[in-house]
């Protein structure tokens, strides 16, 4: 597919960010190829190949999903020591992390991500910081994404710059008829599977009497705490909140396929509930709601109250100017990073971030993957991955050729103010003797 960039009608100004042409026919057919179900026959034989919950998440997964992803930024730049001339590959997921990667200056992101609609909402992230006018109209439209006013400031601002196909897609954005880029002005991390999730879970506190914002009206970390342990803490222990969790379509919601809940239950934890139990404990009492936005958007569902220094760092007054200044470092491919591994040169990448893909994959689709890995690493090469358990390994091909760097991998996950994940994991390229 050939890479392009975004035009204004009427003028001959180029945008500054590029795009890989893509769109979210692919997505369906991609994810489930990733989940394990084949969709390339109509035979039952052969379509019923994934279970029934595999197939199920297939369907979920196939829409918006993360609007926010939930993978801290700051704890992969700290590992990950990016230079500005290292050529990083991602996932894109809801594109913020690769946002905040450019404060970093790498000399080129390949973003990643087998959901175009991931990929959609990246590309609305660079455009708006390359055409927006400031970094208020910036925050207002994409940090806060919660005024009816920014239907004007996408259709007048922005939308322009759009090509024809993400115009069609976000929409034109009249009172009437919003379309997509009506998330703009109604919240735009509340949308997505995830974003619906979270209001799921202020739905089923109130009915225990709880409201979660309030968490964030305490005065200090230690009022936080007594506020979850005497009130947000029962909730685990009531029937209602068993019983979804022993749904596996509930546990679609927070972006976790089958294969990864069997993971999280097979843990030294014991349960799902325990598991989220711990986690969520993580999430409310180790750091102040106002100093970790990933707490704020779970218990107030906005970055509204945030510090400013402690929003995510591509929302940052401090970062505008080089976020948009490096926003034509990124190219965007639907695709999976095998595939596009495959079409990389040899060692010619110094980075790959794998969020928690891994957890999802078969034996042989992880060999595929760090075949293409070592093959496509220059000297110096970091991998950075998180896993729904505790352990970390890399495929028995190429175990002689990555160190792991455990030091480093337990600041990053202490680091990771998300608290959702078991383990994050740095691997180090071995030179060859």
Not at 112 to 121: I, K, P, R, S, T
Not at 182 to 197: A, E, I, K
Not at 356 to 365: I, L, R, Y
Not at 369 to 380: D, N
Request: a positive charge; proline letters at 4%; charged letters at 25%.
């Amino acid at each position: 597919m050939e890479t392009r960039r975004g035009q204004a009608p009427g003028t001959s100004r180029s945008s500054t960010y590029a795009v890989r042409v893509t769109w979210p026919q692919g997505t369906k057919r991609h994810v489930a190829a990733a989940v394990g179900v084949d969709t390339a026959s109509r035979s039952a034989a052969r379509t019923l190949r994934g279970s029934l919950g595999d197939r199920l998440f297939a369907k979920v997964f196939s829409n918006l999903v993360y609007a926010q992803i939930w993978e801290d930024p700051v704890a992969d730049l700290n590992a990950l020591g990016l230079s500005q001339s290292d050529r990083l590959v991602t996932i894109a997921s809801g594109g913020c992390n690769v946002m905040s990667y450019l404060t970093a200056k790498p000399a080129q992101i390949v973003a990643v991500d087998l959901n175009a609609h991931h990929l959609a909402l990246l590309r609305l992230r660079l455009a708006a910081v390359a055409h927006l006018p400031d970094h208020l109209a910036f925050m207002r439209l994409i940090g806060h994404a919660d005024e009816q006013a920014n239907l004007a400031l996408y259709r007048d601002c922005l939308r322009p710059w759009l090509d024809a196909r993400d115009r069609h897609y976000w929409g034109a954005a009249t009172r009437l008829r919003p379309g997509r880029a009506g998330m703009l002005s109604r919240g735009l991390t509340r949308h997505g599977v995830l974003g619906r999730f979270i209001g799921l879970t202020h739905a089923v506190a109130r009915l225990h009497g709880v409201r979660l914002a309030e968490l964030a009206e305490q005065p200090d970390l230690e009022a936080q705490r007594r506020f979850y342990e005497t009130r947000i803490d029962p909730i685990f222990d009531s029937a209602l909140f068993r019983l979804l969790a022993a749904r596996p379509t509930t546990l679609f919601g927070l972006g976790i396929p089958p294969a990864q809940a069997r993971l999280l239950a097979a843990g030294p934890e014991g349960s799902l509930v325990a598991v989220l139990r711990g986690r969520v404990r993580r999430l409310a009492c180790e750091h102040r709601l106002q100093e970790n936005y990933f707490a704020m958007q779970a218990f107030t569902r906005s970055y509204r109250g945030c510090d400013p220094d402690h929003l995510p760092p591509y929302l940052q007054e401090r970062h505008y100017e080089t976020v948009r200044g490096a926003a034509a470092r990124v190219t965007l491919v639907h695709d999976s990073v095998t595939e596009v591994l495959a079409r990389e040169p040899s060692a010619s990448l110094d980075a790959y971030v794998l969020l928690d893909a891994q957890d999802w994959m078969t034996e042989s689709q992880r060999s595929a993957l760090w075949r293409q890995i070592t093959r496509t690493a220059k000297p110096g090469a970091r991998v950075l991955f998180r896993t729904a358990g505790i352990d970390a390994s890399v495929p028995a091909g190429a175990v002689d050729r990555w160190r792991y760097d455990e030091a480093a991998s337990v600041r990053a996950l202490r680091e990771d103010r998300s608290a959702i994940y078991g383990g994050c994991h740095l691997f180090r390229l071995v030179a060859r003797r």
